[in-house]
C-alpha cells in the first residue's frame, strides 16, 4: 500500500492550494502552506478548515474534520519552510516569472532530498526547471479543480526529470487515492490542451450566434457524456484563466488557439464565471 509524503508544502493557499493541502492532510501528511503574509496565511487555514467541514458533513472524510485541520500550518514567508519537507507543490496563478522565483526559494529553503512539483496547467515545466539546481527532482503535479473531489492529477515528465522522482509522484497520486496520466512536457500538456480546443470552439459558436450556451453544454453533457459542458467548466475555471492559457497556446501552437473576441470581452468587463458572479451563465 502506498503512502503519502510525511511533510508536505503548498506554496498558495487560494483554491487550487487550499484543495491540495486538504487533499494530503486527509492523507495523513503534515502541510505547511506559505503564504504572502500573515492575513492571507490566516486566510487560507479558513479556507481549507471551511472545506474540511464541509467534507465532513457529506460523509467524504475518514476522521473528524478538526483533525485533519489540525495536521495543516500556514507561514507568511518561505524562510519558514520545514527543511525535512518531502514534496513542495507550488499552486500559485500562472504567471511563469513568479513561479520560477518561488520555486527556486522553496528549492533553497528545504533539503535537498524534497521533490518540487509546479501546478502549472499549461506553463513549460522544462523552462521552469531551468532555474533550479536539481532539476532532476522537478516535474509537474497537475491538479484539478475542485482538488478533493477530482480524480485525476496529471504527471508532467520534463526532459531532465529523474525517474525516481516520476515513480515518488505516481505513488503520492496513488496514495491520495487519485488516478495518473503521465505525459511528456508539451504546450498545454494533455487535458488542457485538449479541453481548451474544446472550450473556445463552443465559445465561438456562442460568438456566431450557432446556439445558446445551455444548449451548446446539454448537446455534450447529453451526447457525449461529459459531466459537464465547456462553458459551464469555463465558468467554474474562470474566464481570465482560460483567457491566459489560450494565448499561452496560441504563441507557442498557432491560430488555432486563438482567443475569441467574446472571451477577451467578457474578461474586460469583469465577467470571470462563477467567482464574480456571471460568465455564460449567472451563479
Given at each position: ?32 502552506v506559505v503564504e504572502s503574509g500573515a492575513q492571507a496565511a ?190 459551464r467548466l469555463t465558468d467554474l475555471v474562470g474566464l481570465d ?43
Amino acid at each position: 500500500m502506498t503512502s503519502a509524503p510525511r511533510t508536505v508544502v503548498v506554496i498558495g493557499g487560494g483554491r487550487m492550494g487550499a484543495g491540495i493541502a486538504q487533499s494530503f492532510a486527509a492523507a495523513g501528511s503534515a502541510v505547511t502552506v506559505v503564504e504572502s503574509g500573515a492575513q492571507a496565511a490566516a486566510a487560507a487555514l479558513e479556507r481549507i478548515a471551511g472545506s474540511l467541514r464541509r467534507a465532513a458533513d457529506r460523509g467524504r472524510l475518514a476522521e473528524a474534520a478538526d483533525q485533519v485541520a489540525g495536521r495543516v500550518t500556514a507561514v507568511p514567508a518561505m524562510a519558514a519552510l520545514p527543511a525535512e519537507a518531502e514534496l513542495v507543490v507550488e499552486a500559485v496563478p500562472e504567471d511563469a516569472a513568479l513561479k520560477a522565483r518561488l520555486l527556486k526559494d522553496a528549492e533553497d529553503a528545504v533539503g535537498a532530498a524534497a521533490v518540487l512539483a509546479t501546478n502549472t496547467s499549461s506553463l513549460s515545466v522544462t523552462d521552469l526547471a531551468a532555474v533550479l539546481r536539481r532539476p532532476d527532482r522537478f516535474l509537474g503535479m497537475h491538479f484539478f479543480n475542485p482538488v478533493p473531489a477530482s480524480a485525476l492529477v496529471e504527471i508532467v515528465v520534463a526532459p531532465g526529470t529523474a525517474p525516481h522522482t516520476v515513480e515518488a509522484a505516481l505513488q503520492w497520486t496513488r496514495a491520495l487515492g487519485k488516478q495518473d496520466v503521465v505525459v511528456k512536457d508539451s504546450p498545454g500538456f494533455a487535458s488542457s490542451r485538449l479541453g481548451l480546443a474544446l472550450g473556445l470552439e463552443a465559445i465561438r459558436m456562442v460568438e456566431e450566434g450557432v446556439a445558446a450556451p445551455e444548449a451548446i453544454d446539454d448537446a455534450m453533457r447529453l451526447g457525449y457524456k461529459h459531466p459537464m459542458g465547456p462553458l459551464r467548466l469555463t465558468d467554474l475555471v474562470g474566464l481570465d484563466v482560460r483567457l491566459a492559457i489560450a494565448e499561452h497556446l496560441h504563441e507557442a501552437l498557432g491560430d488555432r488557439f486563438a482567443p475569441p473576441r467574446l472571451l477577451r470581452d467578457k474578461v474586460a468587463r469583469g465577467e470571470l464565471g462563477q467567482k464574480t458572479g456571471q460568465g455564460f451563465y449567472p451563479w
